[in-house]
Structures are given as C-alpha cells and as structure tokens.
C-alpha cells in the first residue's frame, strides 16, 4: 500500500514538486501568528467533533464527561488517520466507547450513524456557504455517482435480507435430500439474520426518534464548526506560507482532499490528500509555497493528531466499563413467587 502511494503522488506531482531546499526554506520563515492559527483552530476542530457526539449522546441518555469524549475523539481521530479504511474502523471504536459508558448497542450505533450523518452534511454545508457552489458541484459531478450506487446496493441487500427474515420458516422435511436439506437449512439461517436486523434496526429507529430535532440540528452545528474550524486550518497554512490562493481555490482543494482521503489504499489518505492538494493549490502560484503549505497543514492535522491520539487511546484502555442497567423480567408468575416465599418462613 505505501508503494502505491508513493507511486500515485510520484506520477500526480511530478514536474510540480519543487526542491526540498525551497520548501524548508519557506517553512523556516512562515509567519509564526498564522501557524499558531492554524494549531489553534486544529484543537477547536477536534473539540467541535467531540462536543457533537457529547450532544447526540446526551439526547438518548448517555452522560459522558467532556473529558471522557475529548479523548474518545482524538483516539478514533488517530485510528482514522492510522488505519487503512479508518473511518469504519473509527466508528467501530466509538460503539465500543459509547457502550463502555452505558449505551446499549443499538443506541451506540444509531449516535455513531447519526454523527457520520451530521459530519457529511456539515461539511457540504461549510463548502457551500464559505466557499460557494463550485466546490460542491465539482464534487458531484466527480465522486458522487460511485457513492450512491454503494448506497442502492448495501440498501437493496438489506431489504431482501428483512423481507426474507418476515416469513415464517419452514420444518426441514427428513425426506429431502441432502442438497435440498443445505438449502432449506440455508434459507432458515437468512430468515433469522433477517429477523436480528429486523429487530436491531427497530431499535436502532427507535433510538432514533428519540432525538429532538433541536438537539440534531445542534449536532449539525458542530459538525460545521468541525469542518470549517479544519478548512481554516488549511487556509492558516495557506497564508503562513505566503501562498496567494483565494477562497475557492482552498474550498475546492479542501473538498476534494475529503474525498481522496477516503481512499483506503493508505492510512488517512496519506500520499493521495498531499498530491491532491498540491495539484489544486500549485495551479496559478508558487509550486514551493504549496508544497510548503500542504506539509505544514498535513502537520497540524495528521502527524500532531497521532501522538495525542495514541496517549488517549491508552488512557481510555484503563476505564473501566460502565454497566447497563437493563430491566429485570421475572421467570416465574406472581402467585407461584409468593407460594415459594411462604414457604421458605
């Protein structure tokens, strides 16, 4: 995987990518007010992320400190940058965060979803609004198709997969064949998974319905702090390097860095978010100040993020789980539990 990414900027940025000596050079001389924003903003992106999760599990009643879910944040920020496809694995780690504290599974899974959710829109709502429409078109007509026909395929599976699970399965007939035998045994087995993501995601509707809309738009509004707190990030970098690119420019760039970055060939996009980057900021400007701002931006919002991420994550390690507490339905009826009471006086 890192000889493809090496391979995919080596062919993306060559002829493009300056001198080394050119790029320190400028990185040695950046306006130190402007790479203290961009450190700034860093932490206030992590913090939105995290404040927004807070919120969605505050709304289902999961209490988590703000200490709890800062850490929780930076460690699957740091599995998101650390791990080939680290999105999924990152949202796999905050189930197992939310459930440590309390949640039951379908709740967990249902506040992660809905975070991705918010995140998503949050984003384009920040590409939109601070830098028009274009990034967005650009990213539609670019990487959306694939997106969508994902989507109809996983959605068209579980449907048949619930439909198969309503039906009322059949008693396997001694007669049949051995074949015969695997297949209706087979079908069986796709009834009942179809029955347990039935249920599961009844649950998970259920949890649901039980955020307020006010609390799901407050969770959207961190996710914007998010992304925006992160895009200026970019722009911070941009402008401590002396690169003269406008606002459009860093919101197309910073959006299809988004998406590149969900390529799983390498950890975090690495290799693929920098050639990106560098080929949409160097268009009209100096190769050396992009390249200068993209490593320093990769910087701040990738190398710092994975040391943080790993103390927190062996941190997180020594908390103990938190227990559910779940309603106790008695086995036996009323009148025989008194009868056995009377009996033991």
Known sequence: MILVAVAAVWVTVRGRLPAPGAIWTILRTADARWVAAALGVQVVSQAAFALQQRHLLAAVGVRVSRVAILAITYSRSAISLALPAGSAMSAAYAVQQYRRRGATGAT??????????????????VCVLAFGQGPLLNWWHSASYEAIAAAVVVTGALVAVVRAGGRTPKSVDPDLNRSDRDHVESISVMRRAGAWIHREWTAAVTAARS??????????????????????????????????????????????AQVVRQIPLSPGGLGFVEASLVTALSLGASPAAAAAAVLLYRIVSFWLILPVGLLTYLGLRRVPARSVDLPVTPVLPRPRRAELAESSH
């Open 108 to 125: 967990a899974a249902t506040v992660a979803v809905i975070s991705m959710l918010a995140s998503m829109a949050g984003l384009l709502a």
């Open 211 to 256: 955020i307020p809309p006010r609390d799901a738009a407050a969770a959207l509004l961190w996710s914007a702090l998010n992304w925006a707190a992160d895009a200026f990030c970019l722009v911070a970098a941009a402008q401590a390097c002396g690169l003269p690119a406008g606002w459009q420019t860093v919101g197309a760039a910073y959006l299809v």
